[in-house]
């Protein structure tokens, strides 16, 4: 039901990079938990990171610790993905979810009463 719309994704070949971001349009999303999650042909949904209010509390899915980073800039709005050294299997539609809950685990893990944008494509090939 929130408005929020996702960019940045596109074609990239492994081990290059993308920075996805995602917009709240028409609210403050200051004080919303919110995340980037994926879903790829085949394979299930999965949280790829999140973010509490603050930005004080992080989770990140196991195989892209080191390479994402979640951020968030509550005076414009914004929340973004950083993706560096990205691999095939990264490819997948990226949403970007918000969650009143306090808990980044909750959002990227539970995902149960979430608030999702509209997604954008990564693609990741040779």
């Known amino acids: 039901q929130l408005p929020l719309v996702e960019s940045g994704g596109g074609w990239v070949q492994p081990g290059e990079s993308l920075r996805l971001s995602c917009a709240a349009s028409?609210?403050?999303?200051?004080?919303?938990?919110f995340g980037w999650i994926r879903q790829a042909p085949g394979k299930e949904r999965e949280g790829v990171a999140c973010?509490?209010?603050?930005?004080?509390?992080?989770y990140y899915l196991d195989s892209v610790k080191g390479r994402f980073t979640i951020s968030r800039d509550n005076a414009n709005n914004t929340v973004h993905l950083q993706m560096n050294a990205l691999r095939p299997e990264d490819t997948a539609t990226y949403y970007c979810?918000?969650?009143?809950?306090?808990?980044?685990?909750?959002?990227?893990?539970?995902?149960?009463?979430?608030?999702w944008g509209q997604g954008t494509q990564v693609t990741v090939s040779s």
């Open positions: 973010i509490s209010a603050t930005g004080a509390n992080t």
């Open positions: 979810a918000a969650d009143q809950q306090p808990s980044p685990f909750r959002l990227c893990v539970v995902q149960r009463d979430i608030d």
């Open positions: 028409g609210f403050s999303l200051a004080d919303y938990t």
